[in-house]
């Protein structure tokens, strides 16, 4: 790549693009390249796109935060009988990783304590609060994209991937109507924020749900809400009241503090939940010492040897079957004809002003959207019809059977009549 990488190997391939080992001489290290393909990248101004976002990610500087070294252009040369990418294709140069994705520590053991919950957590906090205050919000926070490795010490930190699909935020600028709709729908919808999925502008808050929903996945082993349908669960993220983790697990053992906090950083309205990731990272503190609590059920923390390879193999395309809602995110990823940063490693897109989109597809996207918003009203009838239910029930029950009459007995004046209920 250019004069600056040797490409030593091909670590795994996706939809998005391609993710390889490489060795920047200069510096004496191997490095993990991200290329995207060049059919995502048409014209000078989605390239512009992707050199901002790489850009405002290469300036993360949290230890928590995967480290973006370097981005660029893809130098084919003229005397390369088989060049392995396009000439033109854009790549991001980043730290190579050992360890695995919490996704893939979830597989393997089902949940975490609520000690490792909220050491991950909070970690990750530190990450998004950095970015956070640089106007980056990452939009498309899951397991998958929070890598537990060793430290310089040996000691596992978790690290956040693809800020790449992020939008840089100015206070200069609104997003148009149609890129709110058509874009902020990216992101996988067992973790997405109910404004997401109703297609609103974002701010952090939208990411400290996101960051919820993987702390209640870390406790319970699933996150709240799980169907084969993105729709239903896009739906259930804007109008269900999750169930709390006691009533999930009555044999969970958890603080009731973790518990209000949780239940608060997963409130629909983004006004009653910690307003920035500072503020949550205090909360979790105040829960003070969870060691003593017991934690059996729990994997533990050691991870086995993993490289960034078989991460990529976990969280790329694999030879899995894929979920139903999987064509959902492929959907709306065509929308956008900009830069991708999440390759193999994590799914996502940026998107373009309305000029930039295409108009089949952005109208695919906005269909999908008003289909969310129909199911979030079928749970509302529901909703509606069950408490109704519920009441008509509970009125009967108090009222006195038809067919059992009360006793009459003798009043005061020596005539019959029968008690009132």
């Known amino acids: 790549i250019g004069d600056r990488f040797a490409v030593l190997e091909l670590l795994g391939a996706g939809s998005m693009g391609t993710v390889y080992r490489a060795r920047q001489e200069a510096m004496g290290r191997d490095v993990a390249i991200k290329i995207v393909r060049s059919e995502r990248l048409v014209d000078a101004q989605s390239k512009s796109r992707f050199q901002q976002e790489a850009r405002a990610t290469s300036l993360l500087s949290s230890r928590h935060t995967v480290t973006v070294f370097d981005f660029g252009e893809v130098i084919v040369e003229e005397d390369d009988p088989d060049p392995c990418e396009v000439d033109g294709s854009l790549f991001l140069a980043m730290e190579l990783l050992s360890g695995e994705s919490l996704g893939a520590r979830l597989k393997r053991g089902g949940r975490l304590s609520p000690q490792q919950t909220v050491r991950i957590a909070r970690q990750a906090l530190l990450s998004l609060a950095e970015a956070h205050d640089k106007g980056i919000i990452h939009r498309d ?47 996988t919808p067992r973790y997405m924020s109910p404004e997401q999925a109703q297609g609103k502008q ?27 349908d993105a729709v239903v669960v896009m739906a259930h993220h804007i109008k269900t009241v999750p169930k709390r983790p006691s ?5 969970l ?21 910690p307003q920035s990731a500072s503020r949550f990272i205090a909360l979790l503190d105040e829960l003070g010492d969870l060691t003593q609590l017991p934690s059996a059920a729990a994997t533990p923390l050691t ?14 395309d694999g030879g899995h079957k894929a979920p139903r809602w999987l064509p959902y995110t492929t959907l709306l990823g065509v929308v956008a004809l900009a830069a991708t940063l999440a390759l193999s490693v994590g799914r996502g897109s940026l998107t373009l002003k309305a ?8 109208r695919a996207a906005l269909a999908l959207t008003d289909q969310v918003a129909d199911r979030a009203l079928a749970i509302d009838r529901r909703a509606g019809r069950a408490a109704q239910a519920a009441a008509t029930r509970a009125t009967s029950s108090a009222a006195p059977s038809a067919s059992v009459r009360p006793k009459p007995r003798v009043g005061q004046r020596g005539y019959k009549r029968f008690d009132r209920p």
Do not use: W
């Open 141 to 187: 926070l899951k397991p998958d994209n929070l890598v537990l490795t060793p430290d310089a010490h040996g000691d596992e930190i978790c690290k956040v991937l693809d800020f790449g699909i992020a939008k840089v935020l100015t206070h200069q600028g609104d997003i148009d109507a149609l890129e709110t709709q058509a874009g902020t729908v990216f992101g």
């Open 253 to 273: 053992v958890l603080p009731e503090a973790l518990e209000v906090l949780l239940m608060r950083v997963l409130d629909k309205d983004p006004d009653n939940r």
């Open 355 to 362: 000029n930039l989109l295409d108009e089949p597809a952005s």
């Open 303 to 316: 991870a086995p040897e993993r490289t960034s390879a078989t991460m990529i193999r976990e969280l790329g």
């Open 247 to 251: 009533e999930a697990d009555p044999d």
């Open 202 to 228: 974002l701010d952090a808050r939208s990411d400290l749900y996101s960051l919820g929903v993987i702390l209640y996945h870390m406790l319970l082993g699933e996150p709240p809400f799980v169907d084969s």
